[in-house]
């Protein structure tokens, strides 16, 4: 539960920045949420981490602002 304005706040600008970074960014910050089992303040923290830490310029120029294309391939009996 969110308890202080500074806490929603902090919550809009991660969310925003963790969308700018991408779809798999996304994926990677609740994959970590999950294996860590960070509450919300530890998942804030998180967040904080990452948007002092990762650029969505930095995150593109490395690829990971995608996830890696699905390979579909016929199987045949």
């Not at 308890?3 to 994959?31: I, K, P």
């Not at 530890?42 to 830490?53: A, Q, V």
């Amino acid at each position: 539960m969110i308890s202080s304005v500074n806490d929603t706040l902090r919550l809009q600008r991660g969310a925003e920045h963790v969308h700018r970074l991408g779809a798999r960014a996304l994926a990677e910050l609740l994959a970590q949420v999950a294996r860590e089992g960070r509450d919300l303040r530890g998942t804030l923290d998180l967040m904080d981490e990452w948007r002092d830490g990762m650029s969505p310029a930095m995150v593109h120029a490395a690829g990971g602002d995608c996830f890696p294309p699905l390979v579909l391939r016929e199987v045949q009996a």
